[in-house]
């Protein structure tokens, strides 16, 4: 075996991942028919055609609710129906779920069904209202279950219930599509273009779901497949975008893609970002550049963000960050990013809160080893609604709540150490010396992407190097460490392309240290 081959296969044995299995055949996914209430879901939406009823898809502002929304009015529309409609709600007027625009909006259309793509699973109260109004709600979704909180729907698909025999539980709103029209295209023998992949992979990285099982292989089945993902908006950012010549420019790409569309909010159901993806022509040009503006200013705003939460948790020393935004520093739409970044820096389950629309809305987020839903089901006594995913979750509560929701969650931490199941920051995947690390090698390593969340980026140990060693050849982000002038060293980095390297740990040479 070649030394490039003995680097895949320390990573994967590090990993527990097994190469030659996952890329075995990339379509291979567990049999969509074991979605609980799919034949249900999938006969009242065939119903709707037959019958010309006109429909509403109801989805998220993120892009994993806009890809959702995006391939299910695509299939549809592929199969000739054109009474659907999507309605996407602006996260910055009202909470998550089915709420009051939505429900006048279905009863100013007289709309008899509507599906919630990447939302609903905890909106009691909201299918109540709908139901009372004659619409069917059909609730596609993929967050965790709340057993005590579970709307009476006309149908659930949600690999997170109970008795749901679908082995994946961890797909995006998005992959709980793709299985969705997966099972529609055979059930009524209607091919499925292959740029649905491609959305689903923008969807899946953005919602940072576990870059792992069946998500991990759509993504890889893009990149494997890159000849094939073609349809007017992916050519159109194509266009618009740097040459793509190796399969880290794809999976930039696709995550390029996913900033894009996380902009675009807009009032009355609207969202710029779905509006360019099915416009053509000079307004789609129009479109992009509005939302490449936004997009512009939101990175400038994230930069602000990022500062202040350096500045918060410098020296910071605890099992949980709580910061509540009452100077209005950060974006309502940021707060989770915030989260994250603080979460990654920190590693302890972190709450960013703020008055939003008259209550204290939060978002929490958290390392492997705690669950901030559960964390959450802790504290429900204090809280009008929450739900979300083990790792990333939110919810709004009366802010006269807030001293008792405080000592309870962090009672709940106390008792749940937020450490398991931490990897050590340095922890290397493999160990390789610098002539090792080649061209061909970097090929190689090409062949693990995707990386996400439970499959992070590999780090290498490179023995035996001084910095002039690894300076012509790369260039060096040593924010995770550097190397002193004399001496030689033990280099824990992450490969991040051919040119460049992000040192995370610097160690003396240990046969310098024996």
Not at 383 to 404: C, E, P, R, S, V
Request: net charge negative; proline share 5%; glycine share 6%.
């Amino acid at each position: 075996m070649d030394s490039d081959s003995i680097l895949l296969q320390q990573i994967c044995l590090r990993r527990g991942f097994d190469y030659e299995a996952m890329t075995a055949d990339l379509l291979d996914y567990p049999d969509e028919a074991l979605l609980e209430n799919v034949e249900r879901a999938s006969e009242r939406i065939r119903q709707a055609m037959f019958r010309n009823q006109p429909l509403v898809i109801f989805g998220h502002d993120d892009p994993d609710g806009i890809t959702s929304t995006y391939v299910l009015y695509r299939f549809l529309n592929a199969l000739g129906y054109q009474r659907h409609h999507y309605y996407i709600p602006n996260r910055n007027r009202e909470m998550h779920g089915i709420q009051k625009s939505i429900i006048d909006f279905i009863r100013e259309g007289g709309y008899p069904l509507m599906i919630t793509v990447d939302n609903g699973i905890s909106s009691v109260t909201g299918v109540e209202e709908l139901k009372a109004l004659g619409c069917d709600v059909i609730i596609l979704d993929h967050h965790l279950i709340q057993p005590e909180q579970l709307p009476l729907a006309y149908a659930i698909v949600n690999p997170q219930l109970p008795d749901c025999r679908y082995p994946f539980k961890s797909l995006a709103g998005v992959g709980v599509i793709l299985m969705f029209v997966r099972y529609l295209s055979k059930a009524w023998q209607h091919p499925l273009p292959e740029s649905y992949y491609f959305w689903v992979a923008v969807g899946s990285l953005a919602d940072k779901v576990p870059m792992v099982g069946v998500n991990w292989k759509i993504v890889r089945y893009v990149i494997d497949n890159w000849e094939l993902m073609h349809d007017p908006s992916i050519d159109f950012l194509l266009r618009n975008h740097s040459r793509i010549n190796n399969q880290t420019d794809i999976f930039n790409f696709i995550q390029n893609t996913a900033r894009l569309l996380a902009n675009g909010r807009a009032d009355g159901g609207k969202h710029l970002a779905m509006d360019f993806l099915f416009q053509m022509g000079d307004d789609k040009a129009r479109l992009f550049e509005l939302l490449e503006a936004e997009r512009t200013q939101w990175e400038s705003e994230l930069y602000s963000v990022f500062r202040l939460m350096d500045s918060l948790t410098q020296d910071f020393e605890g099992d949980a960050f709580v910061y509540y935004d009452d100077e209005n520093a950060i974006p309502y739409s940021l707060l989770g990013t915030a989260a994250s970044y603080v979460v990654t820096n920190i590693r302890v389950p972190t709450l960013m809160l703020k008055i939003h629309n008259g209550n204290m809305t939060c978002e929490g987020r958290c390392i492997d080893g705690f669950n901030v839903v559960e964390a959450f089901r802790w504290c429900k006594e204090y809280l009008i609604q929450y739900g979300g995913h083990a790792k990333a979750a939110g919810f709004t509560m009366n802010q006269d709540n807030y001293n008792q929701f405080i000592e309870a969650f962090h009672e709940y931490v106390a008792q749940n150490d937020p450490t398991l199941g931490q990897e050590p920051h340095c922890a290397c995947d493999a160990r390789v010396g610098i002539s090792e690390l080649t061209p061909r090698m970097w090929n190689r390593l090409e062949e693990l992407l995707p990386f996400g969340q439970k499959f992070a980026e590999p780090v290498i140990r490179i023995t035996g190097v001084t910095a002039n060693d690894l300076q012509p050849q790369w260039t060096l982000d040593t924010t995770g460490g550097s190397i002193p002038g004399n001496g030689l060293f033990d280099v824990c980095a992450i490969w991040k392309s051919p040119s460049m390297m992000k040192l995370t740990a610097v160690e003396k040479h240990r046969e310098q240290t024996e």
